[in-house]
């Protein structure tokens, strides 16, 4: 399996891994990379930064949306062979370090795998390591507000409820948004395909995944980078309106 590496701005490129995105931004001789992927992408996150010309020591920082391990599973890899920082909210960023865990369980997984979809995603994150306990010791809050000094100059937007310090990061001058888990265009165990929810069971506080569309909504951006799905052209605003209309009662 190789990396789908998809240019979607100026030094801006969302990549696919197994069933699951992380963001690319580069600047120069230096990357910004928001999520990771899971434990087994890290052969992944390697081949997309080397096609786009770029060695792990050209990190400049790592962005984590949240701390599932299909979004920060193979960092401890890549933190192996290079030193960079690493950060999130500070709610997110204990999350990380795994002061806690808020974490669809094996049995949320198994309750529903005779659904469409849910056994081969099951047996491919599986083998991508979805078993595996990982932390990320290093984690730590975003340095000061407002746009971070790195490579796309992101802005985090904090956006609660997927879990508790899920955080979304705005890109002003591409007009682009990396919204993780708080919208997605796809997935594996879902029949519906453009701006939706995950499936409630995923979210920490489901309700809270609703509502921070909310914060969403106002942002000035007409492209959205998901953490599951193809990049989305059109108004935020017009995604968050449809995302709402196809959202589902927790189950």
């Not at 999350?95 to 469409?116: F, M, S």
């Not at 796809?186 to 489901?206: I, Q």
Request: charged share 20%; aromatic share 4%; proline share 10%.
């Amino acid at each position: 399996m190789s990396p789908t590496v998809t240019q979607v701005g100026d030094g801006t490129y969302l990549v696919g891994g197994t069933d699951v995105n992380w963001t690319v931004l580069t600047d120069g001789d230096a990357v910004t990379l928001i999520d990771a992927g899971y434990p087994g992408d890290e052969r992944l996150v390697l081949e997309s930064l080397r096609s786009l010309g770029f060695r792990p020591e050209q990190i400049a920082a790592v962005l984590i949306t949240h701390a599932h391990i299909d979004h920060v599973g193979s960092l401890p890899g890549l933190l192996r062979r290079a030193t960079f920082p690493v950060h999130t909210s500070e709610r997110e960023a204990r999350h990380a370090r795994r002061e806690y865990l808020e974490q669809a369980t094996a049995l949320d997984l198994v309750k529903r795998i005779w659904r469409p979809g849910h056994l081969r995603w099951s047996l491919a994150i599986t083998r991508a390591g979805a078993a595996r306990h990982v932390r990320v010791p290093e984690a730590r809050p975003f340095p000061g507000g407002g746009p971070l000094d790195l490579p796309g100059r992101p802005v985090p937007i904090v956006t609660p409820g997927h879990t508790s310090g899920h955080t979304c990061y705005h890109l002003p001058e591409s007009g682009a948004i990396v919204t993780g888990d708080a919208l997605i265009t796809g997935h594996p165990t879902s029949r519906v395909t453009g701006p939706h929810l995950v499936a409630p069971f995923f979210s920490h506080d489901p309700a809270g995944t609703l509502a921070a569309l909310d914060l969403l909504e106002p942002v000035a951006a007409d492209l959205i980078l998901p953490g599951h799905g193809p990049a989305h052209r059109g108004p935020i605003k017009e995604a968050v309106a449809l995302a709402r209309e196809r959202a589902t009662p927790a189950r």
